[in-house]
């Protein structure tokens, strides 16, 4: 044992037991249960440290005290310390420990890219949001009239290991404070890249900033929430970005605000740098990707490297058909079949860590937050990865298989050749463009027309009033009557003096607009420009009864997602319940006025049922009910056969794309396994070697946890490759980036048995020999952090077990 109470605590360590404190140890706990906490707490989030002690409390029999709790989460941070410095030394020794390294090769089926791959239009995919879930009380004193007062925050200079979290600094950058210093002096460019790559540039010059109809539709959080949770929340929440197969790219705290910009500037930033081009799938990427090419620094950066900012299949329900058009993932050429809305997926199962992180730490939270995402990345992602490859492939085969119906529809609509239907698609976008707003001559022939109906209407009244005789006054002015005469004579002729003023102001308006339009001679209700000028006021009457039926369609779609989410409490479910029911009627209203308004066009419009209107699944059935100067509705990619035909086309056309991809992602992913095995053996070796026994234990866990979810993968893609309609191929690839290959003639070239095993998983050992397995693990673990302040004892059951 060493000299002195420091060396006394590391003598614990040694023997597998972790104290609660550096000097003076009394209470200690063993690592086996630590580990045990770490993969439950890893498989159930919810489980915070409290009932964890509690049951080893009852297992014990003892009473629980709220320092047993204290005590065990010190033990536990010491551990959780012990197995980053091992990992960071693994890392080092693997040279693995470069910035982004994690990041530029979180996916070995995006990323480990082959010589004489065919090129990708879309090279990399990827999909960020926000969510709220994952908040954290602000530890505050009560102040007066219970406001918040003094943080009782305790100071905490940890940093949670790994390079998962983007730093509150670097996320800062993009704020709004630094956005207004960049914008002095900035010019933006007149027309946008976004738009000149996919409309012609003469419709460019004429559109507005904001010309899809969703960017004053959608933001991220309004001001008012925001406002409440600064008073409530250090961290509101988290923003995270995955790859298209789940994989965590960059994960940011959102602080004491909702779901900012500054958010995602910040994460797409870091990958462009990282990864170069990159597309990606948000729930307001309309918007977004207009606020990236606006921004002076990311913008450029964001051009150079052909970023693309596109919309996920589940939050397009939400967009207008404009913005459908240009980003939904469905009409992008290069996205294939990815519905980019993995965050969702993640966000259902990362929810779980609120009940145990809302009232932790800082650094505890986030230290949850991280173990978490490299346990999912580890042992969830990458084990299914396979399995996720298989599944989008069969998918993909089974859409392939739908193209004999489009051939028959074809036939059946008398289509000649599929080019028909780009040019379909082109003249949907051309007439949903013609509906942003009237041409000037419409817009003003209604406002001539409404301000004639005005006029005639107040020459009306004011002929009616200049025609009230005034009232006789008395004959003797001391007599009450003739007051009471008078002031009726005052109040008469105030109301022709406003009756002839505001005659008088309608007047001017129309003489002004009879200037601006030219107008010879004033229109009358029997003339023609005024019944065609009638007919264009019903029809927007009609349009805006639609565009009230369709904002109220988007609540009711979402909530009933929600209401039927799993997870959606008990009394939640019941508000949604009833919030439905008023939309429900809310709903009938704004259908019954549009029935109206059709109605009253000529020719009456087709009335809605309400049947009708609850099994409209894309808002772009509302989309195309607008009238612009012609009825859209007689084209035939306006009705339902020709956009079933239309968008099967096109749905083809991206499981075409995913094949493709899938193709080169199961090779990429093929040849990695063998690399990696292989760079892994021989690493294993070199340590050996160079380094000792306790760091090549730590490789060979690597390696063997490789190994086995491989043995899935091989066999699940060599399934795959006996599948009908499967084009690509297992054979080994040649890695662009060559570091996990062995040098020609390098000593370490040939896989080297390590000098020690354990049991394969399927032998059968005693007790005995697990007990000395363990501690033998235990013991690697530990010599690996050794700091050289001293030496440690080797237990004698551990060197036999060894």
Known sequence: MLAGEAGFSSNFVTHGYFPCSPHGTTVVITARV?????????????LAIQPFVKSLCDLHGAPFRPYLATQFSVAFDVYLATLAIVDARVKALLQRDAPDWRLKN?????????EDEPPLLLPFLSTKDGNNSLKRWDRRERGEDGAAGASKERADSRKVPGDYYLSRDEVDLWGQEELEELMKGFTPDPVSAWRAASFPADLCQEWKEEDDGCSDRWANMKEQVTAKAWGMYEETGVFLSLCRHGFVLLIADMVRSGELAKYGFAVTNHLIKALGEIAEGYDIGCKAGKMV???????????????????????GHGHCRLCQLSNLATYVEGVGLEDLEYCETFFSRSNALASSTRYAS?????????????????FETYPNLSGLLCNKYKRALEVLRTEPALE??????GVQTKDTFVEWLAREKECLLSLKREPLEETLAMEYYQKLVNLDAQTTRMNNTLAIPAPPLSSDPTQADYEADARATRRLEAQRRHAIELHNKLLLAVQDLEIRMDVAERWVPDSEAWREAATLVQRRRYQRAIDELQGLIIARMFELTKMNMSGTGYKLRKHIAKALQARSRAVKTALENYNSAGAALRPPRPPLTWEQVVDYAFLSDFDLLHEGREDIREETWAKPAGRLAMDMHFKIQRAQEEIIRLNIEVRRLWTYMQDEEGFLWREEGRIRREHGEALAYQVRRLRLWQEQFNSVHRSRLTKLKHTAGFTGTLERGTPINQERLAAA????????????????????????DDEAEALAEHWALLRVTEDGAGAHVEPEVVIQGA
């Open 293 to 315: 090419n606006a921004h002076p620094v990311l913008g450029k950066l964001a051009r150079e490297n052909n970023y693309r900012s596109l919309v996920g299949a589940f939050h």
């Open 106 to 114: 979180a996916c070995p089926a995006c990323m480990y890219k082959l």
């Open 362 to 378: 800082r650094f505890h939270r986030q230290q949850a937050i991280a173990t978490f995402l490299g346990h999912t990345d580890g």
């Open 408 to 413: 028959q529809a074809m036939r059946d609509l």
């Open 34 to 46: 630590l580990e045990l906490y770490r993969i439950t707490r890893l498989r159930c989030p919810r």
């Open 745 to 768: 003639g390098s000593e370490s070239a040939v896989p080297q048995e390590p000098s020690t095993s354990t049991p394969p998983p399927d032998s059968d050992s005693d007790d005995s």
